[in-house]
């Protein structure tokens, strides 16, 4: 729901930096998979105990993230890039929830259970409505310019983004938290169907 406001905000500032990064000759690929080790090192101090600690790199990992694009386009987008970022995505979304699950399976384990089923349903339903929007033709560039179609979302990148931070400064309330979270993920991607039906119904 964030994710247009935000990209407005920041790609300026991206896109510049993105152009210094690439005269360096670092590929977009190249931020991708060090955004997706930062991410996932987060997950590792919070699985440890450290959630605190682990702000740190995962900020980092969403710089990177919004840096990739950044410097694929002051250079060569590809499908490829545009495949690996989503995936990277993917994981680092699912690693963090698992990871507070690790920590403490007795407290952690149903919410967040249910937290990841929501990710999975809310992704599949994303995925596939990209797929059947390549299909018919469709394209949007309400996210910023992307390599597969992005449909609008009750939750997007940043309130999931907002979501792990406020996890990590109050892991405590994990259990509570993550029930509200996957509500809201599970209500995203029933009105996703309900839009798809709409635009591909016919």
């Known amino acids: ?32 998979m060090m955004g997706l080790g930062l991410g996932l090192l987060a997950a590792l101090l919070i699985a440890l105990g450290w959630p605190g600690l682990s702000l740190l790199p995962l900020l980092a990992s969403r710089l990177a993230d919004g840096l990739d694009g950044a410097i694929a386009r002051a250079t060569q987008k590809t499908d490829f890039g545009g ?16 990871a507070f699950v690790l920590n403490d399976p007795a407290v952690n384990g149903a919410a967040g259970a249910f937290l990841l089923t929501s990710f999975y349903f809310n992704g599949t339903s994303f995925l596939g409505y990209a797929i059947l929007a390549e299909k018919r033709g469709l394209e949007t560039q309400s996210q910023g310019v992307k390599s597969l179609y992005f449909s609008n979302g009750l939750l997007e990148g940043t309130e999931t983004i907002g979501f792990f931070i406020l996890l990590c400064l109050f892991s405590g309330s994990f259990p509570l938290m993550a029930w509200v979270f996957g509500s809201l993920c599970f209500a995203g991607g029933i009105l996703r169907i309900i839009a798809a039906r709409k635009v591909f119904g016919q």
């Open 83 to 98: 495949y690996l970022d989503i995936a990277a995505d993917f994981l680092f979304y699912g690693a963090v929830p698992l």
């Open 1 to 32: 729901m964030l994710d247009a406001t935000a990209r407005r905000l920041m790609d300026p500032t991206l896109n510049r930096l993105g152009r210094a990064i690439a005269s360096w000759g670092v590929s977009a690929n190249a931020v991708t």
